[in-house]
């Protein structure tokens, strides 16, 4: 069995929580067409810095940058580039960690650039719908299994594609623990949840075939049919009756001062 974190853990995990969602937010107030990738990671990077934190995401794995920034058909673990302008019309996938007194953060939105299309919406607004589903199983007594039935089968009634090659995991003072926690998979199966147990879920969705290819740079994961995909990350822990989550897409969406 996954150990469950001590609540004095759990609190430097939700400092961390707060941090990564403020950090989100900073970043999707730049997000508009004409900027770069490369100027969204600065100022993740500036603001985590400026919060006496580490981006967890440098060097890990020798990954380059602070954060993820993944556009349109790019899945997750896009380079920041500033050969990769932002147009209208486009999605860009951000996801970005902190590291604080030992502990992680990691989060992940995906942020329409201007006006998108319709379908587009859909995407974005059934794969935040499928993580909150997911995190509706994350409770004590559960499997792990019984969150990814949940996220896979809200997300695949819309007809969209579930990304089996990548999951969800533990977190703590790893960025990546156990469990694993897939988008898929059946209820009842699966290690079982226990309270204190501190996940990440984070559906990644495909507009189309659910399949991906990974890019000769060995990092950024793509639509095999480059189609758009998004990612969303919540972290959180596994509590009885009802998740606790120690990361927020409030400071994003009620406009909070970050
Ligand atoms: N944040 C990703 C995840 O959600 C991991 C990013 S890999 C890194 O698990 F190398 F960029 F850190
Ligand atoms: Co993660």
């Not at 006496?52 to 580039?81: K, Q, T």
């Not at 990769?84 to 030992?102: A, C, H, N, P």
């Not at 995906?110 to 995407?123: I, Q, S, W, Y």
């Not at 993580?131 to 089968?153: F, T, W």
Request: include cysteine; aromatic fraction near 8%.
């Amino acid at each position: 069995m996954v150990a469950p974190k001590t609540e004095e853990a759990i609190e430097l995990l939700r400092i961390n929580g707060e941090l990564t969602s403020k950090t989100l937010a900073e970043v999707g107030k730049w997000v508009a067409p004409g900027v770069t990738t490369a100027k969204l990671n600065e100022v993740a990077e500036t603001f985590i810095r400026d919060h006496g934190a580490v981006p967890n995401f440098l060097d890990y794995d020798g990954y380059p940058s602070a954060i993820c920034a993944s556009v349109n058909d790019v899945v997750v673990h896009g380079f920041p580039s500033d050969k990769v302008v932002l147009q209208e019309g486009d999605i860009v996938s951000i996801d970005l960690g902190t590291l604080y007194k030992g502990y992680n953060g990691d989060s992940a939105y995906t942020f329409p650039v201007g006006e998108v299309d319709a379908e587009t919406r859909k995407l974005l607004e059934v794969t935040k719908a499928s993580l909150y589903k997911g995190i509706e199983q994350a409770v004590a007594g559960n499997r792990v299994g019984d969150i990814g039935h949940a996220v896979q089968s809200y997300a695949e009634s819309f007809g969209f594609g579930v990304v089996r090659e990548l999951e969800g995991h533990g977190i703590g003072r790893d960025m990546h623990e156990g469990p694993g926690v897939p988008n898929y998979g059946h209820q009842g199966r699966g290690p079982r949840l226990v309270e204190g147990m501190t996940i990440c879920i984070e559906p990644m969705i495909t507009a189309g075939d659910r399949r991906v290819y990974l890019a000769r740079n060995g990092w950024a994961v793509h639509t095999a049919d480059h189609k758009k995909a998004a990612h969303f990350e919540l972290t959180v822990v596994v509590r009885k009756g009802q998740a606790e989550q120690l990361s927020t897409f409030d400071f994003i969406e009620k406009d909070l001062e970050v």
